[in-house]
Structure formats: C-alpha cells, structure tokens
C-alpha cells in the first residue's frame, strides 16, 4: 500500500535568489532521509512560492524495507583462538554492532576468511518514522542568510507561520517553533479569503490554484513566458526574456499576470543601458525592442495577481519608472558636463581597501602591471599606448553621478563617456571588458587592452587582498577572489597568452611593497589558489582526474601550456593504443627510478639487438619531442610514446637490465632513464591510471 507525502512550509516572503538553491537543497536532503530509512517511493519533487517551501513525494511506501545487513569484522584468525573461542577482537566488534558473539558468521572475502555481523530487523510503519525526519529535514536546511525570531534559537530563511504535514489524509505530528502541523493552507495574502483545509495531499494543488496560488514554478514561468511574448507582439516587438531576471520574478508572486507600461519617449535619447538597468535590476521590468532592433519606451512587468484593476497598476509602474528615469537623465546630464579624464584624480578620495591605499593608487598599480604583461607577452608599443590609456581611466566612471546611483552600470558608463569624449574605441572598449568576465557565463574581453587590463586589476586584487590575510576559506569569499582568479585563468586560455604566472603575482606583490620574508609564503598559496581554478576549468570539461594530476605534476606557473598539456594527455588517452603505450612506459619508469645521476648512454656497452634497437627509437623520440616541445605540440610529444611501445616490449623480453655487470647495468638505467625525461615538463605518466 502506498500514499503521497506531503510537506507545506508556510512562511513570510523568502528572497527570491534563494528559493531555485533552497528547493534543490530540500528536494536532495529528503530524498537522502528516505533512503537512510529504507522508505521507498516512487518520485520526490519540490515547489515554491514567495510564501511557501512544498515536498511532495509519490507513492511513499507504508512501511521500512525489512534490515538485513552484512558488516564485515576483522579475519578470522584474530576473532577466535584455537579452541574456537571469540576473542577480544571479536567480542568488541559484536558488542560495537549490537549482536551476540555467537551470531557472528564466516565468510570468504577478497582471499582469506573474515567473520560478518549480520544485522536483520522488520520494518517499521513509514507514519512512525516521518514527523521525525520531517523535523529534522526543515531544522537541517541552511540558506546564504538565515534568521531567528521570537525568543526561539532557531534559524530559518524567514518565520515559519503555518506547516502542513499530510501522509494521504493523515495529519503527521509535526512542530517547529510552536507551530504545529495540520492540514490547514492559506491562498494568496490579498485574493484568497481565509484558512483552506486541505483533505487529502492529492487535492492541494487544485485547491490553491482556486484560491490564487500557482504552487508549481514551472506552470508560473510558462504562464509569464506566454503573457511576456503576447504583450510584446502586441506592440509589435519582442521582448528580451532575460533567463536570470524571468527566475526571480517566477518567485516574486504567486498568481502572474504581465501588463505593458509606457514611458516618454524623449528617455530614449538615453544610452539603452541606462534605460535597461533601472528596468531590470531595480524594477524587474522586461524591456521592449521594436522590429528594427531599436528599443521601445515601453515595458513589461508582471504583478502578483489578477487582471483586476490592472490600469491602476499599470499607472502605478510607470510613475515609479519614469522618476527612475528622470533621476538617470539628470546624472546623464550632468556627468557631460567634464571629460572622464577629470575623474581620474578624484579616486584619490576613495579608499580600494584598509592598507592599500585609494583607487587612484590602484589605477596606478593597474598601469604597471598592464605594462609588465605587455613586456612579457612582446605587445608592439602601438597597441600598449591603448593599454596604458585605458588603465589610467578604468576606474574613472566611478566617480561619476550615473555609477554612484546604478553601480550595475560600472565600465558600461566608462565606455559611453569616452566615446563621448572622442577616446580611442578602443580604449573605450577596453574600459568596459577589463570587467569581464562578471558572472558565470559571461563574455571574455576581446581586445588587447581589455584583456592586460582585466588581468593586470583582478591580480592586483588578488595580491592586495590576500597580502591582508584574507585568502578565501570554505565558502567565505567576500572580495570574490575565486570568480576574479578564475577570470584570469579563463581569459589567459582564450588569448593563448604564455607567461609565468609566479611572475606576475611576484610583480604585483612588489608593487604592494609586500616583504620578500612575506612574499615566499604568499606565492605558494596563490599558486595553488590558481592551480584549483584550472583543475576546475579541465574538470568542467571532462578531463579525467588523473591526467589533471599528471599534468600539475609537472607544474602550472604557465596556465595556458598546462591547460594545452592537459587536452593531449585527455586526447592521448582516447587513443586505442594509449593504454599498451602506457603500460610499457610505466614500465620504464619504474625502473629508471634506480638510475644513478647522470650517467650517459654508451652504446659501446649494448649486448643485446633489442638495447641497440631501443636506443635508435629513443634518439629519434627525443629529437621529435624535443622539437615539439618548443613549439607546445604536446600531441607530437605523447605521440613518440606509441612509436616506442614495441621498442621497449622487445626490450624487456630480451634484456635483464640490472645486470652483474655493473657498467652493462648503469648503462641500460641511463638509456630508461632518457626514455623517461621524455615527458619531462608535460606530464607524470606514472599519475596516470591505464
């Protein structure tokens, strides 16, 4: 026999950024609890609302599955002496599994004989265990910010007002806070009238869909999807369903209805990104485009609740936009007043943080290093002028009117400025891609000088922040360090760009007046904070952790040859006679570990056809990989190793390498031993699982 579950939380509205990771979380730890359990079901889903966190899990069996476990205890030589007798070992690891000595069985294992514990127990009814793992599920949720309330110890998002716990039509015993569970729900706060019974968990979706709550997330954002597209056709334009903004306005209500607001149509003089921003980051408005790409003055957004006295809203949304927008064109104004480069030695009047003097001090900062990495990466003087110029005015929009009001618009109004004040595009560019990439997803800088100073600013945060002692730790990441690192390594593997990371973050820890005593120190936590950005970076894209080993083996002070090394080896190893290739040179590798110093090959002392035959493979090998090594063909390098797969079988099978002579025997040492230096810089073979 089996019966739904049903969870209901009810709270005060949850942020909406939280509710996609929260339903996730709960869906996960409930599913975990079952199975510890051993209560099956046959599907666990989550739902939410501004108001509400829902578990429902189908066809919940009535009862446990029957224990029977099997717990492996120590051999059976060391649980019983030789009159049969349990002995202390034995009698501890009974009493450690709650059975009696006597239960205990033997049973062959992987080879020798060990004695089980075998555990067996009925299954309890599923009503007797959940108000308990219900209680514990909601206790053991955690959320980026949490609260307490009233005089209880307990944390939650937000208060919890009402529980529902249903198993079919039974009421689960379930308290939180002094909130008891039931079978009562409230509808929406303004439309629904009063406390609702649910009857039975099946009938809950229904009955709050009546009263103006559409509980599944997915019927919601299909709902404004449909409303969003229709509204803007209407206008005969589209709308831009921007993925991030659609998820939190799908958990800002609770029954959609979209409407299409106007506004005056002298705000579009304005740059578009002064008009999107207050739409979309402070209204959570869906901006318009016309057929010609243009952008409407009109917009979309979506209330919580019926079409009733929908002009009502509609008048209200527009004056709150158009105050926004009146504020937008004042700073628009007025930051056109002075030339971007008028900003620059304002900075001085803006700390960057505690210790590290001002942004005007970081822009400086930014040139030098922008400067370095030119140097390094040989950036013809032409180009660097246009790096040197966008690093002294990267940070000067912040002291504009328009960013101190919309911070989302830093680099974007950089850009628009400069523009306006006849800067090279390409400085102007660059002032805005030295930002890239923002978020998960976001572009890279295109441009050189985009590129050297988007480097040159997150280093220089890096090296300031960390030199404070404020290296991120578990999930404590405040000045998102590991987003800033991870742009670095990202943009160095898009432009190809070859250099020594260790360098560079030495150069900037200089620039700090970091201590040399200090710097060690520093530099090799840095290198390894970087190294696990690259792991992370291969390991997104299916590279096996064993090759990401191999490859970190060898070192990553060059981040874009270690990420070249790691995609050979990852292709290497898709080869068919990979694994042979392997096998024989792990085979020469473990050997050559007995090579004594430097000892050079003298083929005067070979005995054998197969150590002269060896050696010729060898002696090409290492010219092909050398050569390819120079020019980062890493795939050339890997290549060699199947050319010297038959060389070194007939080797083996031929040959005893430590032989009684003890020259015959240093010399053939020497040549596995150049063998192995073949992957030297690219990869540890012996890292790596055939």
């Known amino acids: 026999m089996t019966m739904d579950l049903l969870l209901e939380i009810g709270t005060e509205e949850i942020p909406a950024k939280f509710m996609p990771g929260t339903l996730t979380q709960l869906k996960e730890k409930a599913g975990a609890a079952l199975a510890e359990q051993r209560i099956g079901c046959k599907d666990i889903a989550t739902y939410g609302t501004p108001r509400r966190l829902v578990l429902v899990v189908k066809d919940i069996a009535d009862q446990q599955a029957d224990l029977y476990k099997e717990v492996k205890g120590p051999a059976r030589k060391a649980a019983f002496d030789d009159q049969g007798k349990p002995t ?17 069985v033997v049973k062959d294992y992987e080879g020798g004989e060990y004695v089980f514990a075998v555990i067996t127990g009925a299954g309890r009814q599923s009503r007797d265990i959940l108000p308990a793992l219900l209680t514990e599920l909601i206790t053991g949720l955690t959320f980026p910010k949490s609260m307490r309330w009233a005089g209880y110890d307990f944390r939650f998002v937000r208060p919890i007002h009402w529980l529902v716990a249903l198993l079919g039509q039974e009421v689960l015993p379930v308290s939180i806070t002094g909130v008891e569970a039931g079978r009562v729900t409230f509808g929406h706060r303004f439309l629904s009238r009063g406390p609702l019974t649910v009857n039975a968990a099946a009938e809950y979706f229904a009955l709050l869909e009546k009263n103006y709550v559409i509980v599944e997330p997915e019927k919601r954002a299909a709902i404004i999807r449909r409303q969003i ?16 903004l659609l998820e939190e306005v799908i958990f800002l209500v609770e029954y959609p209805t979209a409407l299409f607001g106007r506004f005056e149509e002298t705000y579009l003089e304005l ?20 057929a010609d790409g243009k952008l409407l003055n009109g917009f979309i957004t979506v209330r919580n609740g019926t079409a009733e006295h929908i002009d009502t809203v509609r008048a209200g949304n527009e004056k709150v936009l158009r105050a926004r927008l009146a504020d937008a064109k004042f700073f628009w104004d007025e930051d056109r007043k002075a030339p ?23 822009c400086e900062r930014i040139k030098e290093l922008s400067a370095a990495l030119g140097k390094e990466l040989a950036i013809p003087d032409r180009e660097m002028a246009v790096v040197l110029r966008a690093a002294l005015l990267a940070k000067a929009d912040l002291m504009t009117a328009m960013v101190k009001e919309f911070t989302e618009l830093q680099g974007v109004m950089g850009r628009e400025y400069a523009r306006l004040n006849g800067e090279d595009p390409l400085v102007a560019e660059a002032i805005f891609e030295h930002y890239l990439p923002r978020f998960a997803g976001d572009g890279l800088p295109q441009t050189t000088a985009g590129k050297l100073v988007g480097v040159a600013d997150k280093m220089d945060t890096i090296a300031g922040t960390v030199s404070r002692g404020l290296m991120p730790t578990g999930s404590q990441d405040p000045y998102a360090l590991r ?15 070859s250099l ?8 900037a820890l200089d620039l700090l007046k970091v201590k040399e005593a200090k710097q060690e120190k520093l530099l090799a936590g840095l290198q390894e904070f970087f ?10 894209q299916g590279v096996r952790y064993d090759v990401i080993d191999a490859v970190m083996a060898e070192g990553a002070d060059d981040v874009y040859a270690a990420y070249l090394r790691a995609l050979a080896v990852a292709r290497f190893m898709e080869n068919p006679a990979a694994d042979q290739a392997l096998t024989a040179y792990t085979r020469v590798l473990n050997l050559a570990k007995k090579a004594v110093g430097d000892t050079a090959i003298n083929p005067a002392l070979f005995a054998e056809t197969a150590e002269s035959d060896l050696y010729a493979a060898y002696r ?19 290549a060699s190793l199947t050319a010297l797969q038959a060389p070194i079988d007939a080797f083996f099978a031929a040959v005893m390498v430590m032989a009684e002579d003890e020259k015959i025997k240093a010399n053939r040492l020497a040549l596995l031993k150049g063998i192995a230096d073949l992957l030297s810089g690219v990869a540890d073979a012996g890292r790596i699982v055939a």
């Open 88 to 104: 202390k070992a034995a009698l501890g690891f009974a009493r450690s599994q709650g059975v009696d000595p006597g239960q205990l």
């Open 229 to 244: 597209t229709a509204l803007a056709e209407a206008q005969g334009g589209t709308a831009v369903l921007d993925e991030d």
């Open 271 to 290: 740059p578009d990104p002064v008009l999107i921003t207050p739409m979309r980051e402070h209204q959570r408005y869906f901006p318009v485009y016309g």
């Open 340 to 362: 971007l480069c008028a900003h620059v030695e304002e900075l001085k009047t803006v700390v960057f943080q505690e210790g590290l003097g001002t942004m005007r001090d970081k």
């Open 483 to 497: 987003r800033q690192a991870l742009g670095i390594v990202n943009i160095l593997i898009d432009s190809g760009y």
């Open 500 to 507: 020594s990371l260790t360098k560079l973050l030495k150069y």
């Open 531 to 540: 190294q696990m950005r690259l792991r992370n970076i291969l390991s997104d």
């Open 620 to 638: 090409q090998a290492s010219q092909t990989a050398a050569q390819a090594k120079q020019r980062g063909d890493y795939q050339a390098v890997l």
